[in-house]
């Protein structure tokens, strides 16, 4: 089963708000990745967050991560048209013989309207 | 650089026929990994190698499915018998670390008729 859940499932928005997608999981982690997917293609890497950080950003992207609810939330500031995709959530074991083993949730599917 | 390179890109086959589909991951990279993704289960991830080696082969599906890493630059993935139900995008990713970010080559998408 997968370990990363996310919801919601599919979020529609106007071009110029914000989209936040929240991820849940269920045992240790090494890391917590999220991933972009355009219809058709491979997945896309976004942002990595270690289990020792609480926040990062890239551009429009802010990523949080709260270990004690095991959930982490991305979010897209001033979302394009362009950003209209499906996005996951992925992580990483965090130890053992499956030490980095990447599994990843059934993803948000996002769509934003100009 | 290029990148993760699939192949074929499409396959179209009829029940009980060998599949063998194909992956040349970055240079440099030593983690690999093959996922399926089907509307129904998502993203699977079938089996992943570091450093050639298989680490967990537990996402394969069953005997039909075999995987193989004979060097670094090349991986195979068959499916022999192939069912209808094995009709998905079959993806591989590498990386260039374990837990580190993946990069995902363009996918096979698979028909079994």
């Known amino acids: 089963s997968q370990q990363g859940e996310e919801d919601p499932q599919a979020l529609s928005i106007q071009e110029g708000e914000n989209a936040t997608m929240n991820c849940s999981y269920k045992?240790?982690?090494?890391?917590l990745q999220w991933y972009r997917q355009n219809s058709g293609r491979g997945l896309v890497h976004l942002i990595l967050?270690?289990?020792?950080?609480r926040e990062k950003h890239s551009g429009r992207l802010r990523v949080t991560l709260d270990t004690s609810k095991k959930s982490s939330s991305l979010l897209i500031t001033a979302s394009r048209a362009a950003d209209t995709a499906s996005y996951f959530c992925?992580?990483?074991?965090?130890?053992?013989?499956?030490?980095?083993?990447?599994?990843f949730g059934q993803g948000t599917i996002l769509t934003v309207h100009p | 650089d290029a990148g993760v390179i699939q192949s074929p890109r499409h396959e179209v086959t009829e029940m009980g026929q060998e599949v063998t589909l194909r992956c040349k991951p970055i240079?440099?990279?030593?983690?690999l990994f093959w996922y399926r993704q089907t509307m129904m289960r998502g993203l699977e991830l079938l089996i992943y190698?570091?450093?050639?080696?298989?680490?967990?082969d537990s996402g394969m599906p069953e005997d039909r499915f075999s995987a193989k890493m004979p060097n670094a630059s090349f991986s195979t993935l068959k499916i022999q018998p192939s069912e209808p139900r094995d009709s998905a995008v079959y993806f591989c990713?590498?990386?260039?670390?374990?837990?580190?970010?993946?990069?995902f080559g363009e996918g096979s998408r698979l028909t079994v008729l």
């Open positions: 992925a992580v990483a074991n965090a130890g053992g013989t499956s030490y980095g083993k990447l599994t």
């Open positions: 190698f570091n450093n050639n080696v298989p680490i967990d």
């Open positions: 967050i270690r289990s020792n950080e």
């Open positions: 990713a590498s990386s260039p670390h374990r837990a580190g970010e993946l990069f």
């Open positions: 240079s440099g990279h030593n983690s």
């Open positions: 045992t240790s982690i090494n890391n």
